[in-house]
């Protein structure tokens, strides 16, 4: 019988000691507790008042007992639910699990018939949604785009209405206020089967965004107290640009982060403890000579690992970044950057791993973007998953069995493992130069975008309820009603 014998899952990388991240935890407390941030929401700021924040006008401060407490609070590992019960396309969060999805906001889209990238539209999000219900590796749905013709503030709702029936595996919605927040709430909880029923197995997050440097605002924090309140997971990701609005070093970058994703924490579990968070923080650098917010840069998936390894050190999953480039098109460049901060983002175990399919740093989305990725993340996932190591898979007696100058290929310990063992691409092509040639010559650009257009032209997602249909059609109508009318922004 073995004892003491270290066994490792799977295959995990770290930038930080133990020392390291001791430090960081407390300094991240330390600026909450002596800086904290300025808090734009008065009902946010009495709530922490009460819980025991220092508030002085809009900046509010947090005893570092607060923010721990907040941590003990939220739960290290939760499930997000496949809308239609297919328990494959659940989502386990916990310790050692990356998974992968698009993000929000592009203003721009590669369409994926004309090749041109123009305005972001409805029908977009509809593609988006099909697209991530067929790809095996992408986890979650994101619209890869804000929509461009309905009214501004409308365009949320919009996506998450036309993302919902075109996907049943999880979605992480965003939203501008309060009632469109309830809005998709409400198309959520009727395909759930009510509220409680949402509580049990929440089908959607949802996505708050506060201002870098150390800016809660109302916008962000309203969002947060309505999905507290309705017991929807929530994701509180700032947006610090190393260099220009977080500090040029990745280490003060990652403490300036957490602490603002900290605050929304506080406060989210002050009003309802245990609900599941993602820390978040989509870190990366100002580059000084084009002044471009960088997502291909190396920064960002070494910033984005050190993100991760603090959250788990305090007990968080996180909202990670990963499958995006600075290319404007599908190239060299593209997969290159793509494909090393996804593979980042496995070795590290980013919880939600974000913005795969983003090009032109972040203003443009693209389906064949995502399409690739999805090939790089399943590659990255067989290295994750490291070598087994036990008396069946040292093959000891095998070896000795088939002896110099043998071979395997019939062997039954050959038939058990080949299928498991190995990872078979989709997109890489393994043929041989003739094979090759016989099959039209296609290179890597051509065979995704093949593949994106057959997906679109033949995958159909699970249907939604009837009933949800409905409010779908009832809560687009009353928000155009709203639109017209300029209220738009009521509570």
């Known amino acids: 019988m073995r004892t003491n014998y270290r066994v490792n899952s799977g295959t995990r990388f770290h930038v930080f000691s133990k020392d390291q ?37 809009i900046r509010v401060r947090l005893p570092s007992y607060m923010v721990r407490k907040a941590l003990s609070m939220a739960p290290r590992s939760f499930t997000l639910w496949a809308r239609d019960g297919d328990p494959k396309k659940n989502i386990h969060i916990g310790p050692g699990r990356a998974h992968f999805g698009p993000g929000p906001t592009c203003p721009n889209f590669i369409d994926p018939y004309t090749l041109e990238r123009r305005p972001y539209i409805k029908g977009d999000a509809e593609l988006v949604a099909k697209v991530v219900d067929a790809l095996p590796n992408i986890d979650f749905c994101e619209s890869l ?51 409680e029923a949402f509580e049990r197995r929440p089908n959607y997050v949802h996505y708050c965004e506060p201002v870098s440097p150390l800016v809660s605002t109302f916008e962000a924090l309203d969002k947060l107290i309505f999905a507290a309140r309705h017991r929807v997971p929530l994701v509180f990701t700032p947006c610090p640009i190393a260099g220009a609005t977080a500090p040029c070093t990745l ?52 910033a984005e690992c050190g993100l991760t390894e603090l959250a788990h050190y305090a007990g968080l999953p996180l909202w990670n970044t990963g499958g995006c480039t600075d290319s404007k098109t599908l190239d060299e460049q ?16 980013g919880d939600l ?34 070598i087994e190591v036990n008396e069946e898979t040292l093959a000891v007696e095998v070896i000795k069995s088939v002896g110099p100058n043998g071979h395997y290929l019939r062997h039954p310990h050959t038939r058990k493992f080949f299928k498991t063992e190995f990872w078979y691409p989709t ?26 257009r057959e997906i679109l032209e033949t995958h159909t997602p699970p249907p939604i309820k009837k009933e949800t249909r409905d409010v779908i059609e009832k809560v687009l109508a009353d928000a155009e009603a709203r639109a017209k009318s300029g209220d738009t922004k009521k509570k």
């Not at 795969?356 to 790089?376: H, N, R, W």
């Open 145 to 195: 785009g804000s929509i461009s013709d309905v009214h501004v503030d409308l365009s949320a709702l919009y996506e998450f209405a036309y993302m919902f029936p075109n996907t049943s595996k999880p979605i992480v919605a965003w939203s501008f206020r309060w009632d469109d927040s309830e809005a998709i709430h409400k198309i959520a909880i009727t395909e759930a089967g009510g509220q």
């Open 353 to 386: 791993t974000h913005d795969v399919g983003y090009t032109e740093s972040a203003m443009t989305g693209s389906l064949f973007q995502l399409c690739m990725m999805d090939e790089a993340i399943g590659w990255s996932r067989r290295v994750t998953r490291g």
């Open 21 to 57: 991240l001791e430090q960081l935890f407390w300094d991240t407390l330390h600026i909450l507790e002596y800086t904290g941030l300025d808090v734009h929401h008065e009902e946010a700021r009495e709530i922490l008042k009460k819980a025991g924040a220092w508030v002085d006008g």
């Open 251 to 302: 280490a003060g970058l990652i403490a300036q982060a957490a602490a603002e994703s900290w605050m929304g924490l506080t406060l989210a579990q002050t009003i309802a403890p245990g609900l599941p968070f993602f820390m978040g923080g989509v870190t990366s650098i100002l580059d000084m000579q084009t002044m471009i917010f960088s997502y291909g840069a190396p920064e960002l998936a070494l």
């Open 427 to 452: 997109l890489c092509d393994r043929h041989n130069y003739e094979e090759w040639k016989a099959a039209g010559s296609l290179p890597m650009r051509e065979r995704v975008i093949a593949k994106v």
């Open 334 to 349: 593209a997969a290159i950057e793509g494909s090393f901060s996804v593979m980042a983002a496995a070795l590290c175990g």
